[in-house]
């Protein structure tokens, strides 16, 4: 069965330092994978998204992820943390049966200190 | 387009109590998607309607619940005789079609506690 491991419960940064959140996933064929954010109290925010095509992909709010097939991992990256992105981030695997469910890890926290 | 609505946002009910949740997809979405989310957890997969066809259902969802999409447009989740286990924020998510092309649009949900 598919399933997706985020190591890391919660991160702390300093405001302007880089991130990198890490995700591993399992999945037998090439994966669908994508991240989401979500603030305290709203629903989930959807950054990037990966199918095919080039492994580096750009998202929305300066955020990127590398998908490493020989890792089994698509983390995520920021060259400079801002306060505003300081949230809880989920790594997700579609499981592309025809189900079109989608599998989410635990999530990390992300405190960013001033 | 406003987005996906869920309705209401918080609901207290006494264990026992019948509750219903609504959800109102983006309007061209023709696929609607119920997840369940606990604290410290991501969201886990509930149920999935293509327009109004329930396609899929987890083994989460138990006999208690139960889930419409009439017409294919909004979606209501019912949970009957409510446990305290029931206690989580219920998400709703729509997208067009496939999401690998667009990912989901999420609600900001219905948080349920039940006492």
């Known amino acids: 069965a598919q399933s997706v491991t985020q190591p890391d419960i919660h991160i702390t940064v300093s405001e302007g330092a880089s991130l990198e959140l890490r995700c591993n996933y399992s999945y037998g064929a090439t994966p669908y994978l994508f991240w989401y954010v979500q603030s305290p109290g709203q629903g989930l925010q959807l950054l990037l998204k990966?199918?095919?095509?080039?492994?580096l992909v750009q998202g929305i709010k300066g955020f990127e992820a590398e998908f490493k097939r020989s890792q089994s991992s698509f983390n995520l990256r920021k060259p400079s943390v801002h306060w505003s992105d300081a949230a809880e981030y989920f790594c997700?695997?579609?499981?592309?049966?025809?189900?079109?469910?989608?599998?989410f890890g635990a999530g990390t926290r992300l405190f960013v200190k001033a | 387009d406003t987005g996906v609505s869920q309705d209401p946002r918080h609901k207290i009910t006494k264990r026992g109590q019948n509750v219903t949740f609504r959800c109102d997809p983006i309007s061209e979405h023709n696929r609607l998607y119920w997840y369940r989310q606990t604290l410290g957890q991501g969201p886990e997969f509930l149920t999935y309607?293509?327009?109004?066809?329930?396609?899929?259902k987890s083994r989460l969802l138990s006999d208690r619940f139960s889930a419409e999409r009439p017409k294919g447009s909004f979606s209501t989740l019912e949970i009957q005789r409510t446990e305290q286990g029931d206690s989580a924020m219920y998400l709703c998510a729509s997208s067009p079609r496939d999401t690998v092309d667009y990912g989901y649009t999420f609600g900001s949900g219905t948080r349920l506690t039940v006492v």
């Open positions: 990966y199918f095919s095509g080039d492994t």
């Open positions: 997700a695997v579609e499981e592309g049966t025809g189900g079109f469910k989608t599998i």
């Open positions: 309607f293509q327009n109004e066809a329930q396609l899929e």
